[in-house]
């Protein structure tokens, strides 16, 4: 039986959600938050972050190297292109959705949501301010050159997109939406992601977990 470690609403966490939603794996969840010093959860990942994914005696951690795994080890119902150039294509959004643009989101979410949500103080809105308008513009400047005008971006839905759109999530939990007006591509292709029945239903669930159903 597959386990699978992590907090739902995690960017991350999601990305393998929808994967093993994908390829129909059965598994379990274990809700874990990252960097609580649980001594259990430090025994399978020392790096305390989340996902980690149990599969009989294998034990990975890292949303990328587990989605490789699940695509190595169950091949139906691909989530990365099988021919070279696309691959390479599909691993570097992956990588631009995993790193820059889910740093720039987290950033909204910890300022607007974890920090009057969770730790009772105010956000800082000079920070946020930043973000939304010097730092994410460029990211979304390359982004409305890159995803298509219809569909998903190596036709079948797979990894790539819902890498990209993940970090988004958690922004909108904080109150942003990527302006439709001066990004009217990626704005639509975001909701196209969302609108899939897969991860509609993941959301869905999620949103309860948050308390947003």
């Not at 699940?70 to 959004?93: F, G, I, Q």
């Not at 820059?100 to 800082?124: N, S, T, Y």
């Not at 890498?163 to 904080?174: E, K, T, W």
């Amino acid at each position: 039986m597959i386990i699978l470690h992590g907090a739902s609403a995690s960017p991350f966490v999601r990305k393998v959600l929808v994967a093993l939603a994908l390829k129909e794996l059965p598994f379990d969840q274990i809700q874990q938050i990252p960097f609580t010093r649980d001594p259990v959860y430090r025994n399978i990942n020392p790096l305390e972050k989340i996902p980690a994914l149990q599969d009989g005696e294998l034990t990975i951690c890292d949303s990328t190297v587990i989605c490789e795994y699940l695509e190595d080890a169950y091949p139906r119902t691909a989530l990365y292109p099988d021919n070279a150039v696309d691959k390479a294509k599909a691993r570097w959004y992956e990588e631009l959705g995993g790193t820059r643009v889910a740093e720039l989101a987290a950033g909204i979410f910890f300022q607007r949501f974890m920090r009057p949500m969770v730790l009772k103080q105010e956000a800082d809105e000079e920070l946020v301010k930043k973000i939304i308008d010097k730092q994410l513009p460029p990211i979304l400047d390359y982004l409305e050159a890159e995803v298509p005008a219809e569909g998903f971006i190596f036709g079948d839905f797979m990894i790539a997109d819902i890498s990209l759109m993940s970090p988004f999530v958690n922004a909108g939990y904080a109150g942003y939406e990527i302006d439709s007006a001066r990004w009217p591509v990626f704005s639509d292709f975001i909701g196209r992601v969302k609108a899939h029945p897969v991860v509609n239903q993941i959301l869905v669930a999620e949103a309860a977990l948050m308390g947003r159903s």
